[in-house]
C-alpha cells in the first residue's frame, strides 16, 4: 500500500479577476489554469502546488501558511478590483492508498495519488466553489437593498421609491449579474480532462460534493427574480416622473391663461 498524505488545499478569491498577462513564473506545471511549484516545494510531490485562476482565485495546495501567504503577496499587484474581505475555503486532501477517488466521510477528498492532474481537477472545484461563495453573497446583498422597495410599493404605491435610490439597487443587480456571466462558467470542464478523461468520475465527485451546478443555477434563478424586479422598479419610477411631467405641463399651461387673460383685461381697462 502507497504511503498516504495530507495536505491542505486552500482557495482565496482575490479580487474580480487577475491579470496574468506575461506571468511566466518557473516551475510551470500548466498553461491553463496557470499552476507551478513555488520555489523550494518538494519537486515530487506531495505538495506544494499554486494554481491561478483568472476569475480572481488562487488554490494553494500543499503549502505551510507563510510559504502560502507569501505566494498571495507574490500575485497581490496582478489583482484587479481586490475583495475585502477575500472569501476563502479549505479542503483537506488525503493522497495515496485508495482504489478511487472518493469523498471521505466527514468531509476531505480521498485520491490514489497526488498527481498534478488530479490536484489541478481539485484545485478547479474548489476555486469554481469560492466564487460562487461570493456571488452568492453579493445576490443576497442585493436582495436586501430590493426588500425595502418591494415593502414600499405595496404600502404606499412607491410613495419613497427615488430615482437615486433605484439607480444605486440597480447598479448593484448589473454588477451582480456581469460578476456571474462573465467571470465563471461553472459548466465547463477544467482542460485537463482533455488529456486524462479518467478523471472524469474526480470532477463529478466534486462537482455533486460542492454542489457547483445546482448553485450556479439558483443564482441564475435569482438573477432572474432581481432582473424581473429592477424592470417593475424602474417602471413605476418612469410612470411617477411621467405623472410629475403631466402636471407641470398643466400649470404652465394654466400660467400661460392666466397671464393671457392678464394682458387682456389690462388691455381692455
Not at 498524505?5 to 506571468?23: S, V
Not at 466564487?131 to 422597495?149: G, M, N, S, W
Request: hydrophobic content about 45%.
Amino acid at each position: 500500500m502507497d504511503a498516504r498524505h495530507t495536505l491542505i488545499a486552500n482557495a482565496t478569491l482575490l479580487g474580480e479577476r487577475l491579470d496574468l498577462r506575461g506571468h511566466y513564473p518557473p516551475d510551470m506545471v500548466s498553461q491553463t489554469p496557470l499552476a507551478y511549484r513555488p520555489e523550494g516545494a518538494p519537486g515530487g510531490l506531495p505538495g506544494g502546488l499554486v494554481v491561478l485562476f483568472r476569475f480572481g482565485a488562487i488554490v494553494c495546495i500543499g503549502l505551510e501558511p507563510v510559504a502560502e501567504a507569501a505566494q498571495v503577496e507574490a500575485i497581490h499587484a496582478r489583482v484587479v478590483d481586490p475583495f475585502m474581505p477575500a472569501e476563502r475555503e479549505t479542503l483537506t486532501i488525503v493522497a495515496g492508498g485508495f482504489e478511487r477517488d472518493h469523498i471521505m466521510p466527514g468531509g476531505g477528498v480521498g485520491l490514489p495519488d497526488a498527481s498534478t492532474e488530479r490536484l489541478l481537477v481539485v484545485a478547479d472545484a474548489l476555486a469554481k466553489s469560492v466564487a460562487l461563495a461570493q456571488d452568492e453573497r453579493q445576490i443576497t446583498t442585493v436582495f436586501d437593498r430590493i426588500e425595502p422597495f418591494a415593502r414600499d410599493l405595496s404600502a404606499s404605491g412607491g410613495g419613497n421609491l427615488t430615482f437615486k435610490a433605484l439607480l444605486a439597487m440597480l447598479g448593484d443587480a448589473l454588477a451582480a449579474q456581469a460578476r456571474m456571466v462573465g467571470r465563471v462558467e461553472v459548466g465547463e470542464k477544467p482542460d485537463v480532462l482533455w488529456d486524462r478523461p479518467d478523471l472524469q468520475r474526480l470532477h463529478t465527485t466534486l462537482d455533486d460534493e460542492y454542489e457547483l451546478r445546482d448553485r450556479a443555477r439558483a443564482l441564475t434563478q435569482k438573477l432572474k427574480v432581481i432582473e424581473e424586479c429592477a424592470t417593475a422598479f424602474v417602471a413605476v419610477a418612469d410612470a411617477r416622473r411621467a405623472h410629475r411631467l403631466e402636471w407641470a405641463i398643466i400649470i404652465l399651461i394654466m400660467i400661460e391663461i392666466g397671464l393671457t387673460l392678464m394682458d387682456f383685461a389690462g388691455w381692455v381697462g
